[in-house]
């Protein structure tokens, strides 16, 4: 079965560091856009950050820019998204989906993401 595993969320203190993962289970990463999306309570889903097959260049939302880095590793069929330097308002439920052959142009309002994984929780508080 095809499908996105996400993990590594977690509860850190500001200022500190998480690392999620977004696993491709039953199908490879090659040719697919892989996006992080965040939905905090009582808050619309944000786009964080997007990593396409063929450039490799990430976008980020600027919200995130400077404190967050995607990246894709083929070897382990997973694309991170390293997380430092955390802020209160980073607390959201965290997403990853997946577009076959997308260019993350415009990945905060495209609808046509293929997968999409369970989420995994990110809180930070001291």
């Known amino acids: 079965q095809e499908r996105l595993v996400e993990s590594g969320g977690g509860l850190v203190q500001p200022g500190g560091s998480l690392r999620l993962s977004c696993a491709f289970s039953g199908f490879t990463l090659d040719n697919y856009a892989v996006v992080w999306f965040r939905q905090a309570p009582g808050k619309e889903r944000e786009g964080v950050s997007c990593i396409s097959a063929f450039d490799g260049v990430p976008r980020y939302a600027d919200s995130v820019k400077g404190r967050f880095t995607i990246s894709r590793d083929s070897a382990k069929n997973t694309v991170y998204l390293q997380m430092i330097s955390l802020k209160p308002e980073d607390t959201a439920d965290y997403y990853c989906?997946?577009?076959?052959?997308?260019?993350?142009?415009?990945?905060?309002?495209?609808?046509?993401?293929?997968?999409w994984g369970q989420g995994t929780q990110v809180a930070v508080s001291s």
């Open positions: 989906g997946a577009a076959w052959g997308y260019r993350c142009s415009d990945y905060e309002e495209y609808v046509g993401y293929d997968y």
